[in-house]
């Protein structure tokens, strides 16, 4: 890869092929041009959930917050998601417009064309002008020119509406990130509507797209589930619970005063199951920490309704207590209604392109006639209710992604008529891995299982970092193939032990003593940034020690994982922590947020995409600000050899050339450990491939790259320049030599017919 701003060459060479282009003219056609059509534009609001103006909450209240009183009651189901979803699901009923687009199947590539490249943002992390909300920052035209300039198409706001629950009439605050939703209005703390209806406009102004968020799996302790405590209408249908007859109320543990529910253990969960209340263990239980989370499962306090019935419920949460989990199959359907509603409201009202997916591989449970956990991941109800959310929003023009940290097969079957996209969670820890090593067997191995499971890599989003942990679950190997054999260091290993030697290596390389800025996160994974899980394996133990040629290095592998990603099929995403090269929070400036062992907060530390405030110390949510590698992006983008200016690099050869859109078939044997090489055709064109060679060691290498797909006599040119490469022999392979961290993306025409 060259650092110069011109990165295409002067045509396309293909023999008869007459759309060669010369690409210096402003505004000409590329190679992806030719053979694809243009992106569509972003969704135009076309509904009002509510009109301007509305009274605001406090303008209502009166009297005490307890069921017997009626203003109360109707306080809260103004408050409520599912009030709003029956308002905003009116507006859309009998139009036209709800049947002007297929909704049937899944388009992974038409999602992609729209936006394969996207800057996933974090609200809370976000350093602002001073004054100026979130939402509004997000719709400055300067970010929007800067992200043009580099190749940025699309921005994930992270959740934005209010979220966490309710306590009498006080709001309480988020227990996830704001994944904890409770209402379909934009929290104060990011901004209005208004600012996210200008955010949508400038990013269509700049060719880009606004990506919003939905939480099919739960919510928070909000209006709609303290409705549901007091027993009001179909409330109690939103949610997995179970009112417990008073007469059982000894099965359940007491509540602590100034708390609104506790926790079950592995006892009283059995107790409850065994009395026929609820189908007891689960397959697994998700942030797990003993004494605080024992189970899936939450019991209330007395809690008396409208009616002066005095119950106590049993809930499920697969998350944490504040998150109670939403069920797709009540008869009132009323969780179901409640989602559709808060897509229609971000699609149809606030002008969102596409919708995250959060949580929406457990919406289904069952309990199981052998002796042993329900059935709760890999449901068939999972996979309807997600073709019932997809289509859905494909029939008002967008597209949706998820993040299901499942195994293969189920991210294959939910794609089948569910999501558009999907996270890639099964490459990532093992590209993690593989820069930890020095060595891809591991992500080689990955790439493959994939491809014969039948995974589309242009149906994966393929992440740098995010929001959440650097995920090492393995669920693929750990759950499902947990006996099944496979071929690792010349040996053969079962499923369960290879991700156990993973988990452990990755934890022995990327923490401890290794690297004690980076922390273990539950059995999830490791709470780090991107920049951190480098320095890591570059070594460098003492971040506060790092010279210029440390961060060059460290700048060097970043772009090696960036290539990974975008020199493949499939959308690239990247977060503002890998645009500045953030490094985490000492974790004594967090203890307060650590302290009930969410070790994530680390990894989200506060950054300034464009130095608007230099003198913050923090954002404007409270997260310390963070020592950066890399700076605001306008200065990067001025040093041809900074991060940005080569993430630049990258990401026009990508659009250029169409590389999101190819088919990847063939992940070949190398000849060095540290190798990578990924295959990759054009379906438009026969016979035309890309080829991406990447090196995951700090040394160079050379050897030859062989492909059985790859055609004797096919013509190989250096997408980065576009000079000649050579030619692949006979033996269908070709030689390469690449620095340290290096990668090359080559363009194999095959050679043409004699005339």
């Given at each position: ?15 008869d ?15 992806a ?65 709800m049947?002007q ?8 590539r038409?999602?992609?064309q729209?936006a ?8 809370i992390s ?12 997000l ?29 009498g ?12 939703r409770?209402a ?14 200008e955010?949508c ?35 109690p ?13 000894h099965l ?9 529910s ?13 009395a ?21 499962w ?12 005095t ?8 998350f ?27 699609l149809?009202d ?42 859905m ?11 299901l ?21 099964v ?27 039948g ?46 030697t ?17 922390l273990?996160?539950t ?16 070594g ?5 020690a ?7 290095r460290v ?11 975008a ?14 090269g ?5 974790a ?7 302290r009930?062992?969410?070790t ?21 949510s ?8 890399y ?10 050899d ?19 859109t ?39 290498v ?8 790859l ?45």
């Amino acid at each position: 890869m060259t650092d110069s701003d011109e990165v295409v060459p002067d045509a396309i060479p293909g023999g008869d092929h007459p759309e060669a282009l010369e690409v210096e003219q402003p505004g000409a056609p590329n190679f992806a041009d030719v053979f694809f059509p243009a992106r569509p534009k972003a969704l135009r609001p076309r509904a009002r959930l509510r009109p301007q103006g509305a009274p605001s909450a406090a303008q209502v209240r009166s009297g005490e917050p307890v069921g017997s009183n009626p203003v109360y009651v109707e306080w809260l189901r103004g408050q409520s998601m599912l009030q709003d979803a029956k308002t905003i699901a009116g507006q859309f009923s009998g139009i036209g417009a709800m049947w002007q687009n297929p909704y049937a199947q899944p388009d992974p590539r038409a999602a992609v064309q729209t936006a394969s490249v996207w800057f996933t943002a974090y609200p809370i992390s976000m350093i602002t002008r001073p004054g100026c909300s979130f939402l509004a920052s997000l719709a400055d035209p300067q970010l929007w020119e800067t992200f043009q300039r580099i190749g940025i198409q699309a921005l994930h706001t992270g959740p934005v509406k209010r979220a966490g629950g309710l306590s009498g009439w006080q709001p309480t605050p988020s227990v996830d990130g704001h994944f904890d939703r409770v209402a379909t209005h934009i929290d104060e703390l990011f901004g209005s509507e208004e600012d996210y209806r200008e955010m949508c406009r400038v990013a269509a102004d700049h060719e880009g797209t606004v990506l919003d968020d939905i939480v099919p799996g739960h919510t928070g302790k909000g209006a709609d589930f303290r409705l549901a405590e007091l027993g009001v209408d179909d409330y109690p249908g939103i949610y997995h619970m179970v009112a417990i007859p008073p007469d059982e109320w000894h099965l359940l543990p007491d509540v602590p005063e100034g708390r609104d529910s506790v926790n079950l253990d592995e006892g009283d969960e059995m107790a409850l199951a065994e009395a026929g209340h609820i189908i007891g263990e689960l397959q697994r239980v998700i942030f797990h920490v003993p004494g605080l989370k024992d189970t899936n499962w939450s019991v209330t306090a007395p809690v008396t309704g409208p009616d002066g019935v005095t119950r106590r419920w049993v809930y499920l949460h697969y998350f944490k207590e504040g998150q109670p989990s939403i069920n797709w199959l009540d008869p009132t359907f009323a969780g179901m209604r409640l989602v559709i509603g808060d897509a229609l409201h971000s699609l149809g009202d606030l002008g969102s392109g596409g919708l995250r997916l959060d949580a929406n591989g457990f919406l289904g449970v069952e309990r199981t006639l052998d002796i042993g956990p329900a059935w709760s991941e890999g449901h068939p109800l999972s996979q309807a209710a997600n073709q019932l959310i997809g289509s859905m929003v494909r029939k008002v023009g967008g597209f949706t992604f998820q993040e299901l940290n499942l195994s293969i097969e189920d991210i294959r079957d939910t794609a089948v008529g569910g999501a558009d996209l999907s996270y890639d969670f099964v490459n990532r820890p093992a590209y993690h891995h593989a820069l930890a090593t020095g060595d891809t067997e591991f992500l080689r191995l990955t790439l493959r299982e994939a491809m014969e499971l039948g995974v589309d890599a242009a149906g994966l989003v393929h992440a740098l970092q995010n929001h959440d942990e650097m995920t090492y679950e393995l669920v693929h190997f750990a759950s499902r193939h947990r006996d099944d054999e496979y071929t690792f260091r010349g040996q053969a290993t079962k499923g369960e032990d290879l991700a156990a030697t993973i988990r452990q290596e990755l934890t022995d390389a990327l923490t401890g003593d290794a690297a004690p800025y980076n922390l273990v996160f539950t059995t999830n994974g490791i709470a780090s940034t991107t920049a951190s899980v480098v320095t890591a394996a570059l070594g460098l133990r003492d971040l506060d020690a790092l010279t210029d040629t440390d961060i060059d290095r460290v700048r060097r592998a970043h772009l090696l994982l960036a290539m990974f990603n975008a020199l493949q099929p499939g959308v690239f995403a990247l977060s503002g922590w890998d645009l500045v090269g953030a490094l985490p929070i000492p974790a004594e400036e967090i203890e307060d947020l650590l302290r009930e062992g969410d070790t994530r907060w680390i990894h989200r530390p506060a950054y300034d995409l464009l130095d608007v405030d230099p003198s913050a110390t923090g954002s404007s949510s409270g997260i310390p600000r963070s020592r950066v590698l890399y700076g605001p992006l306008d200065t990067q983008l001025e040093d041809p050899d900074s991060f940005a200016s080569g993430l630049r690099d990258l990401l026009h050869l990508r659009g250029y050339f169409g590389i999101a859109t190819t088919r990847q078939v063939d992940v070949p044997d190398v000849a060095h450990p540290s190798m990578l090489v990924m295959v990759h055709e054009y379906e438009q064109v026969p016979g035309q491939l890309q080829v991406t060679v990447l090196n995951f060691g700090e040394e160079p290498v050379a050897g030859t790259v062989i492909s059985e797909v790859l055609e004797p006599g096919s013509r190989l040119m250096d997408m980065g320049d576009g000079s000649d490469f050579g030619e692949v022999d006979q033996l269908r392979g070709f030689h390469v030599e690449m620095e340290g961290y290096g990668g090359l993306a080559l363009l194999a025409t095959p050679p043409t017919e004699p005339s």
